[in-house]
């Protein structure tokens, strides 16, 4: 083949290379397909918030509480022994019944002590509790006289061998020809205690916490066979020494009169059978 062909030959097959070429640059340089973007991380909600803690408060203190804090106090004092540590009686709340009326007396009771007596010749009962002062009492003069308190009002805790909240069996009315035993002498108390700058509200200052039960014909109501109930309700506080309970006695051979310091919010007589409320009186 002459030169002149081979040449024209080698220019055709370029040429044919080329077109057969192109479309592949084509693919080649023209624009990629992009991979799909990563999915997002999930979105992780934060956990919700813890409820808040809600703390109770300790249960109200009853008639058995004050009974066993009482006796721990009085074997503490005739042992001489000093009391160590915050006094767990101080700031809590109370509710003590004390059962009263089991044996309605013919007298009015002695202050500090809820009764019940015959009124209008027969007519009718009268539910009573006068406080009784006091601000003299050894037990507490000294807190008196250093104007920690400036009044002192006295409710006795009777029958302080007694824990249940009901008269105690086999107690009933004596008849006019029997005598009457001669009750233990109190050797439990609480002591409403007032300071100096406190609030008058409250104070009894000798007046008599009374309701008058009335009955049909002229007859008072039956007394409830398990009587009626004092319910004395607040919160203890302390002397002067943070303890809630103080004791004193005459002698090692007698038993201490014991009376713990409180604040009183409620008074109330109440039905021994039922529990219902006969009458309340409230400070605020």
Same mark, same amino acid.
């Given at each position: 083949m002459p030169p002149a062909d081979v040449n024209s030959a080698r220019r055709r097959?370029?040429?044919? /290379?080329? @077109?057969?070429?192109?479309?592949?640059?084509?693919?080649a340089c023209g624009p990629q397909e992009t991979a799909p973007p990563p %999915?997002?991380? +999930? #979105? $992780?909600? +934060?956990?919700?918030p813890?409820?808040? #803690? *809600? $703390?109770?408060?300790?249960?109200?203190? /009853?008639?058995a509480d004050l009974l066993a804090a009482a006796a721990a106090?009085?074997?503490?004092?005739a042992a001489g022994a000093a009391a160590e540590g915050?006094?767990?009686?101080? !700031?809590?709340?109370?509710? *003590?019944?004390?059962?009263? /009326?089991?044996?309605?007396?013919r007298a009015k009771p002695s202050p500090g002590l809820a009764g019940r007596t015959l009124r209008a010749k027969g007519h009718a009962a009268e539910l009573s509790l006068t406080p009784a002062d006091w601000t003299q009492s050894p037990?507490? %003069?000294?807190?008196?006289?250093? #104007? @920690?308190?400036?009044?002192?009002? /006295?409710y006795w805790i009777d029958r302080p061998w007694l824990s249940s909240e009901a008269c105690p069996p086999g107690a009933a009315p004596a008849g006019d020809d029997e005598e009457i035993p001669v009750p233990s002498p109190q050797t439990l108390g609480l002591a409403a205690v007032f300071e100096p700058e406190g609030s008058r509200f409250g104070r009894r200052n000798g007046r008599a916490y009374a309701f008058t039960l009335r009955g049909e014909d002229k007859t008072p109501p039956e007394p409830p066979a398990k009587g009626y109930r004092l319910v004395l309700e607040g919160r203890f506080t302390a002397f002067p020494d943070g303890r809630s309970i103080h004791c004193r006695a005459e002698s090692p051979d007698q038993r +201490?009169?014991?009376? %713990?310091?409180?604040?009183?919010?409620?008074?109330?007589?109440?039905? !021994?059978?039922? !529990? %219902? @409320? $006969?009458?309340e009186w409230r400070k605020d």
């Amino acid at each position: 083949m002459p030169p002149a062909d081979v040449n024209s030959a080698r220019r055709r097959r370029a040429r044919l /290379g080329a @077109v057969v070429l192109t479309p592949f640059l084509l693919l080649a340089c023209g624009p990629q397909e992009t991979a799909p973007p990563p %999915a997002p991380p +999930p #979105k $992780i909600e +934060p956990p919700p918030p813890e409820p808040p #803690k *809600i $703390i109770a408060p300790p249960p109200s203190l /009853g008639r058995a509480d004050l009974l066993a804090a009482a006796a721990a106090a009085a074997s503490a004092y005739a042992a001489g022994a000093a009391a160590e540590g915050a006094d767990p009686l101080a !700031g809590r709340s109370f509710t *003590i019944r004390t059962p009263f /009326g089991c044996a309605p007396d013919r007298a009015k009771p002695s202050p500090g002590l809820a009764g019940r007596t015959l009124r209008a010749k027969g007519h009718a009962a009268e539910l009573s509790l006068t406080p009784a002062d006091w601000t003299q009492s050894p037990l507490v %003069a000294a807190a008196v006289e250093a #104007k @920690v308190w400036d009044a002192v009002e /006295g409710y006795w805790i009777d029958r302080p061998w007694l824990s249940s909240e009901a008269c105690p069996p086999g107690a009933a009315p004596a008849g006019d020809d029997e005598e009457i035993p001669v009750p233990s002498p109190q050797t439990l108390g609480l002591a409403a205690v007032f300071e100096p700058e406190g609030s008058r509200f409250g104070r009894r200052n000798g007046r008599a916490y009374a309701f008058t039960l009335r009955g049909e014909d002229k007859t008072p109501p039956e007394p409830p066979a398990k009587g009626y109930r004092l319910v004395l309700e607040g919160r203890f506080t302390a002397f002067p020494d943070g303890r809630s309970i103080h004791c004193r006695a005459e002698s090692p051979d007698q038993r +201490p009169l014991c009376v %713990a310091a409180a604040q009183l919010d409620r008074v109330a007589f109440e039905d !021994g059978d039922t !529990g %219902a @409320v $006969i009458s309340e009186w409230r400070k605020d």
